[in-house]
């Protein structure tokens, strides 16, 4: 099932795509990736943001599921460093018409075909 459409109307994923716009809450998300850079040296921070990433993981790997994944938990970390470049580029670069749709829909989609084993 390609993710741009479920079996009623947009699927989820495609949905939480289309409110992720980094530029509209740029300070929040400067703010976010600082904190993340912060936790490189400071462990109990880490800590902390490891579990609140295991939350999100958790959410992103129902999407992964729902889209057809064979393995959502191993697509969801793929998905999720995708993201994270395309937020950090988004930020660097802001492009008022950037669409992330197209290219977040297209990995989803190839992650969740089947692949022949090597």
């Known amino acids: 099932m390609s993710v741009a459409r479920g079996v009623r109307g947009a699927h989820p994923g495609r949905r939480a795509v289309s409110a ?21 040296i400071r462990p109990p921070l880490r800590r902390k943001l490891a579990e609140a990433a295991a939350d999100v993981r958790a959410w992103g790997t129902g999407l992964m599921r729902a889209a ?28 008022p018409d950037f669409d992330p749709g197209p290219s977040l829909a297209a990995l989803v989609n190839a992650l969740c075909e089947k692949r022949a084993r090597w």
Not at 71 to 88: H, K, S
Request: with cysteine; hydrophobic share 40%; net charge negative.
């Open 20 to 40: 992720w716009r980094p530029c509209e809450r740029r300070t929040l998300t400067l703010a976010r990736f600082a904190i993340l850079v912060e936790a490189a």
């Open 68 to 95: 057809g994944s064979a393995d959502p938990e191993r697509d969801v970390r793929y998905l999720g460093n995708q993201v994270e470049a395309l937020t950090l580029h988004q930020l660097a670069y802001p492009d």
